[in-house]
């Protein structure tokens, strides 16, 4: 079966500095992987996907994700964090079927002036 | 080209009630699938429907329930409103099937059970 995990609740950077969310999965199948965004109020929004194509997969608004089959990882990363990145990211995976996403329990991304 | 689109936004009901809500899928989208989003459960599926039929169903209880038109509009419904139904639902619609498609969000109905 498939699963994600989020490592971290809540993460906190400096406006201009590097940011991290972690992801890992489980997944029975070679697994098709997402980073969405959420803002208050609001649904969710693709940030970047990865189908096997290339192991770094650039998305909006600056950020990245490297998928590391070793690590079983999908973690996200943008070099130089903006205050209009705060908001709630959620990883997921897609299930063996294709017809439904199973997501972690989202990061809370805040930013510091 | 126009978002998904849910109706109605908000939404308050009272235990025991039934509830009805609207998503219109992208255009030319032919797959709609439906999250409930809580603070306690987070992000879970309920249901997916390709051209009208259901194909996938979620660990949810029979009083939810969905159903898709031929012009890929969907409904899903609530029966029996309990205060644990109080969430943002949310609709998602994807071009095709396949494990590759990514799913496009709507803003989300957010429904309150009093």
């Known amino acids: 079966a498939q699963s994600v995990t989020q490592l971290g609740s809540h993460v906190s950077v400096s406006e201009g500095a590097l940011v991290l969310l972690r992801c890992n999965y489980s997944?029975?199948?070679?697994?098709?992987l997402f980073w969405y965004v959420q803002y208050p109020n609001q649904g969710l929004q693709l940030l970047l996907k990865?189908?096997?194509?290339?192991?770094l997969v650039k998305g909006i608004n600056g950020f990245e994700a490297e998928f590391k089959k070793s690590e079983t990882s999908f973690h996200l990363t943008k070099p130089s964090a903006h205050m209009s990145d705060a908001a709630e990211y959620f990883c997921a995976v897609n299930d063996q079927a294709g017809t439904a996403l199973i997501f972690g329990k989202g990061t809370t991304l805040s930013v510091s002036s | 080209k126009a978002g998904v689109t849910q109706t109605p936004r908000y939404l308050i009901k009272t235990r025991g009630q039934q509830v009805t809500l609207s998503c219109s899928p992208i255009?030319?989208?032919?797959?709609v699938s439906w999250y409930q989003q809580t603070p306690g459960q987070g992000l879970q599926f309920l249901f997916e429907?390709?051209?009208?039929?259901?194909?996938n169903k979620g660990n949810f209880p029979g009083r939810f329930s969905g159903r898709q038109f031929s012009n890929s509009r969907s409904e899903m419904n609530v029966s029996t409103l309990e205060l644990g139904d109080s969430a943002l639902y949310l609709c998602?619609?994807?071009?095709?099937?396949?494990?590759?498609?990514?799913?496009?969000f709507g803003p989300g109905t957010r429904l309150l059970v009093l």
């Open positions: 429907y390709f051209s009208e039929t259901q194909r």
């Open positions: 990865y189908t096997s194509a290339a192991t």
């Open positions: 998602a619609s994807s071009l095709d099937q396949g494990r590759q498609e990514t799913q496009y």
């Open positions: 255009s030319g989208h032919r797959s």
């Open positions: 997944s029975s199948v070679p697994p098709y």
